[in-house]
């Protein structure tokens, strides 16, 4: 079964940082591509960055550009999103996905305010 497990969401003040990670388990993690996505309040979900399975290379949507990092740990099938300076408009529920899979996690709320 595959499984993606969110953690490491909380609330941050305007200009902080936080660390999300996925824990994958039930598929080989090292041969996808991942993604994290956002959801707003109300809203659809926003897609914000992808990492390649093979050579690792990165996309980022613009409005996080500059501000977020992706990475990945093969080794303990983990995925990460390193986030810093945090702004007011990135307070969503953030989930990571492997769309090649249809599968996403339950999701982890960040809230970024004063």
């Known amino acids: 079964e595959v499984q993606l497990v969110e953690s490491g969401g909380g609330r941050v003040q305007p200009g902080g940082s936080l660390r999300l990670s996925c824990a994958a388990s039930g598929f080989d993690f090292s041969g996808y591509a991942m993604t994290w996505i956002r959801q707003f309040s109300g809203k659809g979900a926003e897609w914000v960055s992808t990492i390649n399975s093979g050579d690792g290379a990165t996309i980022y949507d613009d409005s996080v550009k500059g501000r977020f990092t992706i990475s990945r740990d093969n080794a303990k099938n983990t995925l990460y999103l390193q986030m810093d300076s945090l702004k007011p408009d990135d307070t969503a529920v953030y989930y990571c996905?492997?769309?090649?899979?249809?599968?996403r996690g339950q999701g982890t709320q960040v809230t970024v305010s004063s």
């Open positions: 996905a492997c769309p090649r899979l249809r599968a």
